[in-house]
């Protein structure tokens, strides 16, 4: 089974930019669609971003849309989200996940792995 591990959180202020990375232990990372969800605190998980095996298409929350960025390399296994102008509420806790199969970007009760997840946090 893929493991996925985050990285690149941190404390950042408002209007900063910072790039999340999720990186896959598994070749088969390059097979799979993937996504960002985030939860902040007391709010329930969300879509960010998601981006199709290929990297051919990417879809965004109305939230981060025009700010956020997702990419991934797929001879390096990794996922990526580039995230500029950040605002307070951004700040969240932020999930890498993938899936085989299934609609996309489809719901987060699709995507079968998960990342443990990387703070970020904006302050003002």
């Known amino acids: 089974q893929v493991q996925l591990v985050e990285s690149g959180g941190g404390l950042v202020q408002a209007e900063d930019s910072l790039r999340l990375s999720c990186t896959a232990s598994?070749?088969?990372?390059?097979?799979?669609?993937m996504a960002w969800f985030r939860q902040g605190p007391g709010k329930e998980r969300e879509f960010v971003a998601a981006?199709?095996?290929?990297?051919?298409?990417?879809y965004y929350a109305d939230s981060v849309k025009g700010r956020f960025t997702i990419s991934r390399d797929n001879a390096k296994n990794t996922l990526y989200l580039q995230m500029t102008s950040l605002k307070l509420e951004d700040t969240a806790v932020y999930y890498c996940?993938?899936?085989?199969?299934?609609?996309?970007?489809?719901?987060?009760?699709?995507?079968?792995?998960w990342g443990q997840g990387t703070q970020v946090t904006v302050s003002s």
């Open positions: 981006i199709t095996w290929s990297g051919g298409s990417t």
């Open positions: 598994e070749r088969t990372f390059s097979t799979y669609a």
């Open positions: 996940a993938g899936k085989g199969t299934g609609t996309w970007p489809g719901t987060d009760g699709t995507y079968a792995y």
